[in-house]
């Protein structure tokens, strides 16, 4: 959790380890009076995380009578992990659990609930795909795409959108498919370069955006039309994929190298993207480049 006031501070004294140890103090400090100003809040992140967990024991126990017990059981251990580590950060961040007005909430509501559904189903999508059950991975990742074009359509359409959701959303979709393609790579669908190209591009827009934050000033990750469009291509090339190790035979022998290809050519194209939107914004955000309107890129910077 960046806190521009004690950013501030910490600019003006050099990034030294007295410095960045007096920060952590004050934003620990704070993290706690937050959490006491909004019991409500952190009742409501820990009950949605208990229906999550309930959910995740029901469908290993579906796993373990229907496929392996063994695949069960380590569905159960790292969804429980990831739900520990995903509700942690978010209780953790829980000052941003504010409307568009900046008024307290006290719930979670349908489209935070579905942002967080994308995270715990990260596990389940990643052991499914190394157990090579393609059609159950195909199945968890087309829900959870749908949950990643529920969320943001219903938060506009009946006025949902909270501060919360705001930070939350890009970061989900960083981590998401982050884990989506290890577990692709991890089983064999895809060549290592391709999961390179992957972490580059991810890791550069959440450390690259964190580090403009805390060096620079200010900034938030916002999708643009072109990174929109990359993610749809990038959805239907892993469901492609997934399709073609399910049909096999002369179709996948074909066309099964050229999806990998494709894939780890979108997304070296997308670390060229960012990398450009990068030095972009760094140059406005330092007064190098005049910008007209808004900052066109995934990073832009402006008060929080």
Same mark, same amino acid.
């Given at each position: 959790?960046?806190?521009?006031?004690?950013?501030?501070?910490?600019?003006?004294?050099?990034?030294?380890?007295?410095?960045?140890?007096?920060?952590?103090?004050?934003?620990?400090?704070?993290?706690?009076?937050?959490?006491?100003?909004?019991?409500?809040?952190?009742?409501?992140?820990?009950?949605?995380?208990?229906?999550?967990?309930?959910?995740?024991?029901?469908?290993?126990?579906?796993?373990?009578?229907?496929?392996?017990?063994?695949?069960?059981?380590?569905?159960?251990?790292?969804?429980?992990?990831?739900?520990?580590?995903?509700?942690?950060?978010?209780?953790?961040?829980?000052?941003?659990?504010?409307?568009?007005?900046?008024?307290?909430?006290?719930?979670?509501?349908?489209?935070?609930?579905?942002?967080?559904?994308?995270?715990?189903?990260?596990?389940?999508?990643?052991?499914?795909?190394?157990?090579?059950?393609?059609?159950?991975?195909?199945?968890?990742?087309?829900?959870?795409?749908?949950?990643?074009?529920?969320?943001?359509?219903?938060?506009?359409?009946?006025?949902?959108?909270?501060?919360?959701?705001?930070?939350?959303?890009?970061?989900?979709?960083?981590?998401?498919?982050?884990?989506?393609?290890?577990?692709?790579?991890?089983?064999?669908?895809?060549?290592?370069?391709?999961?390179?190209?992957?972490?580059?591009?991810?890791?550069?827009?959440?450390?690259?955006? $964190?580090?403009?934050?805390?060096?620079?000033?200010?900034?938030?990750?916002?999708?643009?039309?072109?990174?929109?469009?990359?993610?749809?291509?990038?959805?239907?090339?892993?469901?492609?994929? $997934?399709?073609?190790?399910?049909?096999?035979?002369?179709?996948?022998?074909?066309?099964?190298?050229?999806?990998?290809?494709?894939?780890?050519?979108?997304?070296?194209?997308?670390?060229?993207?960012?990398?450009?939107?990068?030095?972009?914004?760094?140059?406005?955000?330092?007064?190098?480049?005049?910008?007209?309107?808004?900052?066109?890129?995934?990073?832009?910077?402006?008060?929080?």
């Amino acid at each position: 959790m960046f806190i521009e006031e004690y950013l501030q501070e910490l600019r003006r004294d050099g990034f030294t380890l007295p410095a960045f140890a007096r920060y952590a103090r004050r934003v620990a400090g704070l993290a706690r009076e937050n959490l006491d100003a909004n019991p409500g809040g952190v009742r409501a992140v820990w009950s949605v995380a208990l229906g999550f967990f309930a959910v995740a024991f029901m469908a290993s126990a579906a796993v373990a009578l229907g496929l392996d017990r063994w695949l069960a059981y380590e569905l159960l251990l790292w969804t429980s992990v990831w739900i520990l580590l995903a509700f942690g950060a978010v209780t953790a961040g829980i000052v941003l659990l504010r409307d568009t007005e900046g008024y307290r909430l006290a719930s979670l509501n349908t489209p935070l609930v579905l942002t967080l559904a994308r995270v715990v189903l990260v596990p389940g999508i990643a052991l499914l795909l190394m157990d090579h059950h393609y059609a159950l991975a195909l199945g968890v990742y087309m829900f959870a795409a749908l949950t990643d074009v529920a969320d943001g359509w219903i938060a506009r359409r009946w006025r949902q959108i909270t501060v919360l959701g705001t930070v939350l959303d890009p970061i989900v979709d960083i981590v998401f498919n982050f884990a989506l393609f290890a577990g692709l790579v991890l089983a064999g669908l895809l060549p290592n370069w391709v999961f390179v190209m992957a972490a580059v591009r991810y890791g550069l827009l959440l450390v690259g955006a $964190a580090c403009l934050y805390v060096l620079v000033g200010p900034v938030t990750i916002r999708p643009t039309t072109l990174g929109r469009l990359m993610g749809v291509v990038t959805s239907a090339l892993v469901a492609l994929l $997934a399709v073609l190790h399910l049909r096999g035979g002369h179709l996948a022998d074909r066309l099964l190298p050229l999806t990998g290809i494709a894939l780890g050519v979108l997304l070296a194209a997308g670390v060229l993207h960012v990398l450009a939107l990068g030095w972009y914004n760094l140059r406005v955000m330092r007064g190098v480049v005049r910008a007209q309107g808004r900052v066109v890129g995934d990073v832009r910077w402006g008060k929080q």
